[in-house]
Nanobody
């Protein structure tokens, strides 16, 4: 199972970015998908999560600015980030909680994509 992220980059404060993450491989089903981030010298933290059939969940710091969506048919999750702030600078990691075709429950991670917000 692989998670491939895209969409990171360098932007100015107030700009927007859209991250994408596509899951591929021997996947039977995907339960939750989400985004985490890790800033330099800090622990990895949850940014947003979207279960297969439940309510989305956001970190307080990104509520009303970030929106998580998913395309179940394509095993893809997106993170629309608006009104970016310098404190949003971090490596963003895609996460999926899934079951593979062998019936094994897995936590899969992407390789990370760097988002830098700076003037």
């Amino acid at each position: 199972v692989q998670l491939e992220e895209s969409g990171g980059g360098l932007v100015q404060p107030g700009d927007s970015l859209r991250l994408s993450c596509a899951a591929s491989g021997s996947i039977f089903s995907i339960n939750a998908m989400g985004w985490y981030r890790q800033a330099p010298g800090k622990q990895r933290e949850l940014v947003a999560a979207i279960p297969s059939g439940g309510r989305t969940n956001y970190a307080e710091a990104v509520k009303d600015r970030f929106t998580i969506t998913r395309d179940n048919a394509k095993n893809t999750v997106f993170l629309q980030m608006n009104s970016l702030k310098p404190e949003d600078t971090a490596v963003y990691y895609c996460h999926a909680r899934l079951v593979d075709i062998g019936g094994n429950a897995l936590d899969a991670w992407g390789q990370g994509t760097l988002v830098t917000v700076s003037s």
